[in-house]
């Protein structure tokens, strides 16, 4: 099984590449289609709150989402005013310092979860305009020198958790799924399925809505959603459901019943298959391979495992084995040809970032900002514990040979200092 997912990934991953000769754009949420894989080389192995830090910038507001990285420039989102004021924030990635900091929206603050924010979306790049979504549902383009160029409002979110999933752009279109649940009657869209939720589709330039997907009975979720079959089809995840959406027109064309609310994980794919997880109630991870119509659920899941089930963390595929983080803090490592566990190791701490493959290592970031450097392998082999001391729980990025890691207080570039 390759390590990088498909062949439309590494195109991507050549097309997102940056000016510079050693440096990659990690554009979006997880990087290039969302799967954790950098191609970047000479990362760091080793460092602490204090040593191989190239730089450590304080951050205003609150927000989990996670830094992307584009032609040397850092972009990260966050709320202040309790909430209210939305911003974009653009920092040197060679420096540390703000470029600007740009309030793009005020929102009404909803409900959410305690471990959840009111800036919790990754922002997306296609290096002329940012996007963001924020809690209440609207989602903002902002030019790269902080003016807004468009903001879109066609969906009032409400979720009982808030909104967790991230944007992505494919073919000149910002998809964002919202799944979410009623204002009126509080288990509709919870404990109750509904059909109210809506997988949105935005045209990057003008900021008009091109599509909006309908899922049919599902429920809460947070899954950022995947491009597969060289960006035709949209593989969208939520409570209750798995579905891949044409690209062009919106149209659900086949799903996978999944039954678990308050999904996070994103999928991961290899080989024509992906890999999915399921929420509270039956969680489950699923192998399931792509094409059909329809409910395929008795015809394409390859196979099915209840053991080693992500909750927060979305999973890792590198070469044929399938890393997951469970809710109890247990490392998994899986065949991903049959489902079998090969081994496991109970983790020390809290764990919500989702890990990265990067120089041929994994990196697996804890809520008390100690990251873990592992071996890929049927064993478990760890490399380096690096403390931070920070509370984390939005996913790491790559670019330059560095790490940029979000913490409640500062963005941190680890990795040795720039040199001017």
Known sequence: MQILPTSFVLTLLLACA????????????????SQGHSAEKNLPVSWTATTNIAW???????????????????YITTTTDEGISCRVISIDSQTGKENWDTEVHRQN?????????????????????????????????VDRN???????????????????????????????????SSPEKKELGWKIPWDQAVVLAIDAKTGKTA???????????????????????????AGDQVAAFDKTTGERIWSVYSQG????????????????????????????????????????IVWELKKGVPAMPSPLLVGPHLYTITRDNILYCISANDGVPIWNKRLTGTH??????????????????????????????????????????????????HLFIRGINHLFCIGNARKN
């Open 18 to 33: 940056s000016g510079h000769c050693h440096a990659e754009n990690w554009s979006s949420f997880r990087g290039v289609n």
């Open 56 to 74: 450590k910038t304080e951050l205003p507001g609150e927000g989990w989402s996670s830094p992307i990285v584009y032609d040397g420039t850092v």
């Open 109 to 141: 603050p909803g409900a959410k979860r305690k471990q959840n924010s009111y800036a919790t979306p990754t922002p997306v790049t296609d290096g002329n305009q940012i996007y963001a979504a924020f809690a209440d549902g609207t989602v903002v383009a």
């Open 146 to 180: 902080g003016k807004i160029a468009w903001k879109n409002t066609d969906v009032e979110f409400h979720s009982l958790h808030g909104l967790g999933a991230s944007p992505i752009l494919v073919d000149g279109l910002v998809i964002m799924p919202f799944d979410g």
């Open 211 to 237: 599509w909006k997907g309908k899922r049919d009975a599902s429920r809460v979720g947070h899954v950022t959603p995947i491009a597969v079959n060289n960006g035709r089809h949209i593989i969208s995840a």
């Open 261 to 300: 609310e308050g999904v996070t994980p994103t999928p991961v794919l290899g080989d024509g298959i992906i890999y999915t997880s399921s929420g509270f109630e039956e969680p489950t991870i699923r192998a399931i391979r792509l094409g059909g119509s329809g409910d395929v659920t008795d015809s394409h």
């Open 352 to 401: 919500s970032a989702s890990p990265l493959y990067a120089d041929g290592r994994i990196y697996i970031l804890s809520e008390t900002g100690t990251t873990l450097v592992l071996a890929p392998g049927d064993e478990y082999k760890e490399l380096a514990s690096n403390p931070l001391d920070e509370k984390c729980l939005a996913s790491m990025a790559v670019s330059d040979g």
